[in-house]
C-alpha cells in the first residue's frame, strides 16, 4: 500500500526540482508518527546530501545542535530536517537555513504548542502563526490516516526565462580584480543577502588572479576559519592544480591564498598583494579602520541579513567612515539568487518570520515631511509603549521598530525578536509622528533582587541572568542598593537615520524617566566610543564601570552608564561614581593602557577644579626648558583634569603620555613623529598650549 505522505513528499521534491525552489513541510502529529514519516521520506529520497538540527540525528545525516546551525555555513544539503520539538533557536535555524539549495525541502518538527492561547507565549503564537504559512502534512487520527493540511501542492513554473543566474557574481569577480588592477586605496565592499555566492566570487576571484599573476599572494581573513571555506573550495575548483598545505592555506605558480586570523593579521601584518575580508561585519569596526590603514589593496564582503544580525548596521557606520578615509571606495550588491532561483518561497518567508525583509526607509510622505520637522516638533510626538499582544495584532508596527533596530546595531538577530515576544520583562516603546515609527527602545526590568541572592553574588558564587546591571554593580562595586533597587536597562536604542541629530533619542530617554514610576535607575552598557559615551551623557547617564576586555563583536570596551530617578538611587549612584573617576587614571595607564585616545579623553573625569600656582610656575619652568618631564608630569595630570573639568581641548599626546603614562618610544611611533626630542618639542607646545587656555577661562 502506497504511503500518501511519501507520495506527496516526492511529488513536492519534484516541483521545487523543476522550479529551482525551496518549500517548507510541517509534520503536525504524534512523536513517533512524526519520526516514522521523516524516516520513511529520507530512506526512500536517496537523497546525497543531508543536514539536521536539534534532536537525535536519522540515519546518515550530517548533524549540529539547535544553537549551532552556524557550524552549516558554506556547505550545501538537499535535505534540511529541523527537529524544534525540545528547543528552538531562532539563529540557529536562520543560518541554517542557508545551506538548504534551490530543489530542496525543509522538514520542520515544530515546537509543542499549548492547545490554549492563555497558555502560550507571545513568541509561540508567533512561530505557530508563521509555521502555518508552510506546507503542512498531519496525522490525523488515532487509527492513523493521514491528510495533506492546510496547503495545496506548489505549481510546476514555466520554462526559464533565460536568466543568466551568474550575471552579477561575473561582473563582482571582475570588481574584485580591478582593485588589484585599479588605483590604491580604493576598496570594494559586496554586500548580498544569503544565497547569493558571495563567498563563491572571492573564491572565483582568487583563482583568476593566482592564474593571471605569477607570485601572487592573497590573505583571506574573517571572523573564523570555518566561515572561509566555501572561499578556499571554489578557489581550488578554479585552479587546475594547486598545492594544498591545509585547508586554508594552497599555492599556485608562486603565488597562494591563506587565511590569517584578524588579530593575528593586525599584531604580524603580513605582506600581501590583495586583502580579501570576509563576513567583515562580524569583525569589529576599530580593527576594519586599523586594516583598511596597512593594506591598500582590500576587498570587504558581507551579508546583509542572517543569524548574525545584518550587515545594514556595518554599511551605516563602516561605510561613512570609509567614505571620509577612502573616497574612491566602490560598492557592489549581489542581488541574484545561485543557490535558488528569484522569488523563493522559503526565503520570503523566513524574512517575514523573523522581520528580515524591510529595510527602515521613510515613506514618500514622512521624507516630504522630514524638511518641515525641527526640534520643536519633537514635543508633538509620542512615545507609546506596544505591547506584546499588539505587536501580534499589528505587526507591520514591530516592523518598523525591528528595521530601526536592525540598521542601528549590527547585532540585533532572529533571536532579539524572539527574546522580546518571550520575556515579559523586556518592553518596546516607540516615537510616532502619525504612522511612521521614527525612534524605539528595548528596554528590560532589572534588580529587585533578595539581599541572600546577592551576598552570593558579591561573592562570586551566582550570577541569575537577565540582571545584567544590578549584578555587575554588586559584583564588581560591591553595592548592594543597586541591586535591591528597581532598574530598568536600555538594551537597544535607534533613531531613523533621516533624523538622527535632531536629538529624538534624548527626548525618548526623557519621556521613560518620566513615564517609569516604579523604577529607582535607568542603566545601560554598551561597546564604548567617544560619540556614545557623549550621547549618554548628554541624557544625564554617567558612566560608573569600563570592562577590562574587549567586547567580541564591537571590539570596544563595555561602559556601564546609570541615572538616578529618586534621591535614594542619587545616593549610591554618587558613591559608584566617585570611585570610579578615583580610580580611572590608574586604570588607563595599566590594564587599560591600550583605550583608544578619544575613549581615555571622553571618560575623563572632572574632579580637579583648581591647581596651585606652585605647581603651575613649575610646569611653565618646564615649558621654558627648565627641570625634566619626571618632575612635573604629575602636575600636568592635575592641569588635564582641570582642563577638563572647565571644557578645554588636551591634545591626544597629551592624554597618550601623561593620562595613560606611555612610554616616549610609544608615543613617537603613535603619532609619527621624529624622535623623542620632537616628540618632546611637541609636547612642551601642548603643555603651553594648555596653560594659555586656563589662563583664559
Known amino acids: 500500500m502506497t504511503n500518501p505522505i511519501n507520495t506527496f513528499l516526492h511529488t513536492l521534491s519534484n516541483i521545487a526540482l523543476h522550479?529551482?525552489?525551496?518549500?517548507?513541510?510541517?509534520?503536525?502529529?504524534?512523536?513517533?508518527?512524526?519520526?516514522?514519516?521523516?524516516?520513511?521520506?529520507?530512506?526512500?529520497?536517496?537523497?546525497?546530501?543531508?543536514?539536521?538540527?536539534?534532536?537525535?540525528?536519522?540515519?546518515?545525516?550530517?548533524?549540529a545542535p539547535v544553537k549551532k546551525g552556524q557550524q552549516?555555513?558554506?556547505?550545501?544539503?538537499?535535505?534540511?530536517?529541523?527537529?524544534?520539538?525540545?528547543?528552538?533557536?531562532?539563529?540557529?535555524?536562520?543560518?541554517?537555513?542557508?545551506?538548504?539549495?534551490?530543489?530542496?525541502?525543509?522538514?520542520?518538527?515544530?515546537?509543542?504548542?499549548?492547545?490554549?492561547?492563555?497558555?502560550?507565549?507571545?513568541?509561540?503564537?508567533?512561530?505557530?502563526?508563521?509555521?502555518?504559512?508552510?506546507?503542512?502534512?498531519?496525522?490525523?487520527?488515532?487509527?492513523?490516516?493521514?491528510?495533506?493540511?492546510?496547503?495545496?501542492?506548489?505549481?510546476?513554473?514555466?520554462?526559464?526565462?533565460?536568466?543568466?543566474?551568474?550575471?552579477?557574481?561575473?561582473?563582482?569577480?571582475?570588481?574584485?580584480?580591478?582593485?588589484?588592477?585599479g588605483h590604491r586605496k580604493r576598496p570594494l565592499i559586496l554586500t548580498a543577502d544569503r544565497g547569493r555566492g558571495k563567498s563563491s566570487t572571492l573564491g572565483i576571484a582568487a583563482a583568476q588572479l593566482l592564474v593571471e599573476r605569477h607570485g601572487f599572494n592573497i590573505i583571506v581573513t574573517a571572523p573564523s576559519v570555518k566561515s572561509v571555506e566555501p572561499v578556499f573550495s571554489h578557489a581550488s575548483q578554479g585552479l587546475e592544480s594547486c598545492e594544498v598545505v591545509n585547508a586554508a592555506h594552497i599555492r599556485h605558480q608562486g603565488g597562494?591564498?591563506?587565511?590569517?586570523?584578524?588579530?593575528?593579521?593586525?599584531?604580524?601584518?603580513?605582506?600581501?598583494?590583495?586583502?580579501?575580508?570576509?563576513?567583515?561585519?562580524?569583525?569589529?569596526?576599530?580593527?576594519?579602520?586599523?586594516?583598511?590603514d596597512i593594506y591598500h589593496r582590500m576587498?570587504?564582503?558581507?551579508?546583509?541579513?542572517?543569524?548574525?544580525?545584518?550587515?545594514?548596521?556595518?554599511?551605516?557606520?563602516?561605510?561613512?567612515?570609509?567614505?571620509?578615509?577612502?573616497?574612491?571606495?566602490?560598492?557592489?550588491?549581489?542581488?541574484?539568487?545561485?543557490?535558488?532561483?528569484?522569488?523563493?518561497?522559503?526565503?520570503?518567508?523566513?524574512?517575514?518570520?523573523?522581520?528580515?525583509?524591510?529595510?527602515?526607509?521613510?515613506?514618500?510622505?514622512?521624507?516630504?515631511?522630514?524638511?518641515?520637522?525641527?526640534?520643536?516638533?519633537?514635543?508633538?510626538?509620542?512615545?507609546?509603549?506596544?505591547?506584546?499582544?499588539?505587536?501580534?495584532?499589528?505587526?507591520?508596527?514591530?516592523?518598523?521598530?525591528?528595521?530601526?533596530?536592525?540598521?542601528?546595531?549590527?547585532?540585533?538577530?532572529?533571536?532579539?525578536?524572539?527574546?522580546?515576544?518571550?520575556?515579559?520583562?523586556?518592553?518596546?516603546?516607540?516615537?510616532?509622528?502619525?504612522?511612521?515609527?521614527?525612534?524605539?527602545m528595548l528596554v528590560t526590568e532589572e534588580g529587585g533582587l533578595d539581599c541572600e541572592l546577592i551576598a552570593q553574588i558579591q561573592l562570586g558564587k551566582r550570577r541569575p541572568q537577565g540582571h545584567l546591571a544590578p549584578v555587575l554593580l554588586a559584583n564588581q562595586l560591591g553595592c548592594t542598593q543597586a541591586a535591591t533597587s528597581r532598574c530598568l536597562r536600555i538594551m537597544r536604542i535607534a533613531v531613523s537615520t533621516r533624523h538622527q541629530g535632531l536629538g529624538i533619542g534624548r527626548w525618548m530617554l526623557a519621556q521613560l524617566s518620566?513615564?517609569?514610576?516604579?523604577?529607582?535607575?535607568?542603566?545601560?552598557s554598551f561597546g564604548a566610543t567617544s560619540e556614545l559615551i557623549s550621547f549618554w551623557r548628554g541624557s544625564e547617564f554617567e558612566a560608573v564601570h569600563i570592562g577590562h576586555q574587549r567586547d567580541q563583536a564591537s571590539g570596544c570596551h563595555s561602559v556601564l552608564m546609570v541615572k538616578a530617578l529618586n534621591?535614594?538611587?542619587?545616593?549610591?549612584?554618587?558613591?559608584?561614581?566617585?570611585?570610579?573617576?578615583?580610580?580611572?587614571?590608574?586604570?588607563?595607564?595599566?590594564?587599560?593602557?591600550?583605550?583608544?585616545?578619544?575613549?581615555v579623553r571622553a571618560l575623563l573625569?572632572?574632579?580637579?577644579?583648581?591647581?596651585?600656582?606652585?605647581?603651575?610656575?613649575?610646569?611653565?619652568?618646564?615649558?621654558?626648558?627648565g627641570n625634566s618631564y619626571d618632575a612635573i608630569s604629575f602636575s600636568v595630570l592635575n592641569l588635564i583634569l582641570l582642563s577638563n573639568d572647565r571644557n578645554i581641548g588636551i591634545s591626544d599626546l597629551l592624554i597618550a603620555k601623561v593620562v595613560q603614562q606611555k612610554e616616549w618610544g610609544t608615543c613617537v611611533e603613535q603619532f609619527n613623529l621624529v624622535g623623542r626630542k620632537r616628540a618632546e618639542i611637541q609636547f612642551r607646545k601642548d603643555v603651553d598650549a594648555l596653560l594659555a587656555n586656563l589662563q583664559c577661562k
Not at 525552489?21 to 546530501?49: C, E, I, K, M
Not at 588579530?263 to 562580524?282: G, H, M, N
Not at 518620566?514 to 545601560?524: C, G, K, N, V
Open 19 to 63: 522550479n529551482d525552489h525551496r518549500y517548507g513541510v510541517v509534520f503536525d502529529g504524534d512523536f513517533d508518527w512524526q519520526n516514522s514519516a521523516v524516516f520513511t521520506f529520507l530512506q526512500d529520497s536517496h537523497t546525497p546530501s543531508i543536514f539536521q538540527i536539534g534532536g537525535t540525528p536519522f540515519e546518515g545525516v550530517i548533524h
Open 72 to 181: 552549516l555555513l558554506g556547505r550545501e544539503c538537499q535535505v534540511l530536517v529541523c527537529d524544534f520539538r525540545e528547543q528552538f533557536d531562532a539563529n540557529g535555524f536562520s543560518a541554517a537555513l542557508g545551506s538548504l539549495v534551490g530543489g530542496g525541502l525543509l522538514l520542520v518538527l515544530p515546537p509543542k504548542f499549548d492547545a490554549s492561547e492563555d497558555n502560550e507565549s507571545f513568541g509561540q503564537r508567533w512561530l505557530k502563526r508563521h509555521f502555518d504559512k508552510l506546507i503542512s502534512v498531519s496525522q490525523h487520527n488515532e487509527a492513523g490516516d493521514v491528510v495533506q493540511a492546510t496547503h495545496a501542492l506548489p505549481q510546476m513554473q514555466s520554462a526559464p526565462n533565460g536568466l543568466d543566474k551568474f550575471e552579477q557574481q561575473n561582473t563582482a569577480v571582475e570588481l574584485v580584480k580591478k582593485v588589484v588592477s
Open 256 to 292: 597562494s591564498l591563506r587565511f590569517v586570523a584578524a588579530d593575528e593579521l593586525l599584531k604580524s601584518k603580513p605582506d600581501c598583494d590583495l586583502l580579501l575580508v570576509d563576513e567583515a561585519a562580524a569583525i569589529p569596526i576599530p580593527m576594519l579602520k586599523s586594516m583598511v
Open 299 to 440: 576587498v570587504f564582503s558581507t551579508t546583509v541579513h542572517g543569524y548574525e544580525g545584518s550587515g545594514r548596521g556595518f554599511g551605516i557606520k563602516f561605510e561613512s567612515w570609509l567614505s571620509e578615509h577612502r573616497p574612491g571606495w566602490k560598492g557592489f550588491k549581489l542581488e541574484q539568487p545561485i543557490r535558488w532561483n528569484n522569488n523563493d518561497p522559503l526565503e520570503a518567508w523566513l524574512f517575514d518570520c523573523f522581520l528580515l525583509g524591510n529595510d527602515a526607509s521613510l515613506s514618500e510622505s514622512a521624507v516630504a515631511e522630514l524638511d518641515g520637522f525641527s526640534a520643536e516638533a519633537i514635543n508633538q510626538l509620542n512615545l507609546v509603549e506596544l505591547s506584546k499582544a499588539e505587536c501580534l495584532a499589528n505587526p507591520e508596527q514591530l516592523q518598523q521598530c525591528f528595521s530601526l533596530l536592525v540598521d542601528a546595531h549590527y547585532q540585533t538577530s532572529p533571536n532579539d525578536l524572539m527574546q522580546f515576544l518571550n520575556n515579559p520583562a523586556i518592553h518596546l516603546y516607540a516615537a510616532w509622528q502619525k504612522d511612521e515609527c521614527l525612534g524605539c
Open 514 to 524: 518620566q513615564q517609569t514610576s516604579q523604577t529607582d535607575y535607568l542603566a545601560t
Open 567 to 599: 534621591s535614594n538611587s542619587q545616593g549610591w549612584i554618587n558613591q559608584v561614581q566617585n570611585h570610579f573617576e578615583r580610580s580611572y587614571c590608574f586604570l588607563v595607564s595599566g590594564s587599560l593602557v591600550s583605550l583608544e585616545t578619544d575613549m
Open 605 to 625: 573625569p572632572k574632579s580637579v577644579h583648581t591647581v596651585s600656582e606652585f605647581e603651575t610656575q613649575l610646569v611653565r619652568n618646564y615649558v621654558n626648558g
